[in-house]
């Protein structure tokens, strides 16, 4: 192993695992931070969209990292910039304003975490001769992939563990379900006696357990007690109602027909998927319904003014024949404190046999636990600074490519102009945007479709199990897949193993429309096909990052790379935000026969690429290593 190869492991695990944490900060954990601390859903879609696209929008400024300073310059700013950003965001959490201020910092965040990116990406090109760099792509998409595992997995693990032991006692239940129950009437909760001996303040409930007959109930029954819990919620602030609507007023109050978008590119486009597909109908048959049950909440004395209690209601573990439809989140305030809440649990109609579930309330100090783990987060980067400052290597080539006798910005022009220059341009950039066409989409429906339940088309799993199956199985499948992909493109070339990474790409999104079709009620078979699907995934994208890589050879590699990733980014982002729309439209069944067909352009410009074949290759000996400054 050569004297670089072996140093590569001293910074290309610690930049790459770097790299991969602001940014799943800013694209994942900030949804659920602002999910729990009470931001609405259409909030939060909207403004953490946005944070996207620093990184669809970064080659615009790649060129002054590759002319100004050195890569090695850039990473370790950025770093610490990104430390600053984070304790910007820890700091501002408990304000009243929290969210606005918050956003400030996550956009600081992206910004520096694109930035980073785009140097940390032109260091590993100047550090790493061609063989070293497919050597190692595995390595890297491993760190980075364990980056996201982390962000999603431990960082929010973290933060509801410091949000359980912070909050008030935590609030059990269980919801037994048996033939011999008898039926259950529900008094009006105003008419409630409520227990408020004297005692701390602490969230109570009129009983320890609910006991539901498996008796199925007529279905208009059904519907009015879960629609009467919910319109009590909502109306004495227990849960913040959403104002949305797709209906528009014009300025004299009068609604207005569909735009001409709607009328003119979106009705046709859903009318011709229906028409190839099939509309996904859902016909209710059935007059009945399963058994519906109350269950009440209520505080036991007045919360401090100005500080509501959030209570988290959710199933702990059993039987998931036995869901809750009402009350996930309620909050509690001094306004509202004298009445009781209602959480709504409802029994599968198939359910007929003895059966049980038990179920959780937290109501943890939700600031505090997430400032803390942004206080950590502060802490990592501290320390990635402090490392890259003197473990980065010194390429002789990373210097400033600005010329002293030409302005910056015609420099910076020509940059871009020598992309878009390549040879067969076209091709190339189909290839950016069309190689993970299919896989862009299931990745935005991949955890919805494994959480909903069978009436929706998915698997039921719960929280947990979701972490399990992408959090152990899902991610040692992927790193095996991104390792053996880097080692025999480093082995044969990366032409030699194209096509068979093509393949692993797209054909193993088949385990999804398996799942959907099968819905297998064996949680290793569920394992075993998402295992394919990350093993493919890894696999596949090694010649994703090596192609880049290919593409970006030359004068300007650094710049030339961001702007691989910024359309890289871009062939993420557009196919992901109609997904959702797609799947509305078809179901989760017919949405997987979709994805499968949208891979067709992914092999159409694969074949069409240019691709040397001794790319990736390892060269003889006398090929030369990138030379390290002392």
Known sequence: MSKIKKKGWSWIPSLYFAEGIPYVVVMTVSVIMYKRMGISNTDIALYTSWLYLPWVIKPLWSPLVDLVKTKRWWIVTMQLLI???????????????????????????????????????GFYMLGLSSHEQAWFVGVRSTFYRIAMITGQGLLIIFAGYVESQTGLETVRHAVNASPQQQMVTYAHPDSLQLDRSESALEIRTLNDELVLNTSSINREKADSLISFASKWNHENGFVVREEASELQLDENGELQGPSAWQEYIVQPLEDGLRYVFGEEIVEITNTTAGNVGYIYFYLSEKPVEGEPIVLNFARDEG???????????????????????????????????VSSASFVGTSGNIPLSWSITFFILVGMFVIFFAYHKFVLPYPASDKPTAKGDEPI?????????????????????????????????????????????????????TTGEVGFVYGT???????????????????????AWLWPMVIAMNLPNAAYLYLATAVPDNFLLVNAA???????YGFGFTAYMLYMLYMSKGDHQTAHFAICTGF?????????????????????????????????????VTYLIPLDPEFGKEKDEEEEEPALES
């Open 83 to 121: 430390g600053g950003g984070l304790a910007g965001v820890a700091l501002t959490i408990p304000l009243p304003s929290f969210f606005q201020y918050t956003l400030a910092f996550m956009w600081l965040l992206a910004f520096s975490s694109a930035t980073h990116d785009i140097a940390a990406d």
């Open 473 to 495: 199985v899902g991610m040692v499948a992927l790193t095996l897949g991104g390792l053996i992909g880097g080692f025999v493109a480093a082995r044969h070339g990366l032409k």
């Open 319 to 353: 039987d998931k024949s036995i869901s809750l439809v009402e009350g996930g989140r309620i909050v509690f305030n001094e306004n509202n404190w004298e009445k009781p809440a209602i959480a709504v649990v409802q029994l599968d109609p198939k359910l007929k046999e």
């Open 409 to 461: 910005f015609a420099e910076f022009f020509r940059t871009f102009a020598t992309f878009f220059k390549k040879d067969r341009i076209i091709v190339l950039l189909g290839f950016l945007l069309f190689y993970r066409f299919g896989e862009a989409q299931i990745v935005k429906l991949a955890s919805p479709f494994l959480l909903d339940g069978e009436e929706f088309g998915g698997l039921a799993l």
């Open 530 to 536: 998402i295992a394919v699907e990350q093993f493919g």
């Open 568 to 604: 890289m980014a871009l062939g993420m982002m557009i196919p992901g935000m109609v997904s959702g729309w797609i799947q509305s439209i078809l179901g989760y069944e017919k949405f997987f026969v979709w994805v499968l067909l949208a891979t067709i352009p992914g092999f159409i």
